[in-house]
């Protein structure tokens, strides 16, 4: 038997949301939060524990880009079930000579979140949100709340209509 989850409108339980992700997400009633083991924050535990498929999530990827000496941040929102073409089509996208996944310390550093809840709602300003098209065309998906102790459903639109979004096809 699975762990039950208690959805509500994330304005109403600021203690499960990061400082960032709470002003993010004032007064998006779409948005709901729901407490879960901080032990089944990665997505895989998260399904299982919680009896979600796989596909009913998305993943946050924090990708640092370089490009001239300069390094740049985005994030990557793709379906839990599958992987972001990071080094092809993030790569090109942000017209950067070299991408890889940011290191857990400056994720967490630059955002404010903690590993393993990072979401886009909340990012710094300035940080392209590249959204799978398959993530932006979901109903709903559970993200990260920016602690590992809850989590996030939104609908699919409100991440397509981030400051910073951009819907692409993000998986090969």
């Not at 000496?69 to 972001?84: H, K, N, Q, T, W």
């Not at 630059?110 to 809840?117: C, F, K, Q, V, W």
């Not at 109903?139 to 996030?152: D, P, Q």
């Amino acid at each position: 038997m699975s762990a039950e989850l208690h959805w509500v409108p994330a304005d109403e339980r600021p203690d499960l949301l990061a400082a960032p992700v709470l002003d993010a997400v004032r007064g998006a009633g779409e948005v709901r939060v729901a407490e879960i083991d901080p032990g089944l924050a990665d997505t895989a535990e998260f399904c299982e524990a919680y009896g979600m498929p796989l596909g009913t999530s998305a993943n946050c990827v924090v990708v640092a880009a370089k490009r001239g000496g300069e390094l740049s941040y985005a994030a990557c929102m793709v379906p839990a079930d599958r992987r972001a073409d990071v080094n092809g089509v993030v790569r090109r996208h942000l017209g950067a000579r070299k991408t890889s996944f940011a290191p857990m310390d400056e994720a967490t550093g630059l955002t404010g979140m903690e590993y393993g809840g990072i979401t886009p709602l909340g990012l710094p300003e300035g940080w392209p949100v590249l959204v799978d098209e398959a993530v932006a065309a979901a109903a709903e998906v559970v993200v990260g709340s920016g602690l590992r102790r809850s989590k996030l459903l939104v609908p699919g639109k409100v991440l397509a209509g981030l400051r910073g979004a951009e819907v692409l096809a993000l998986t090969r």
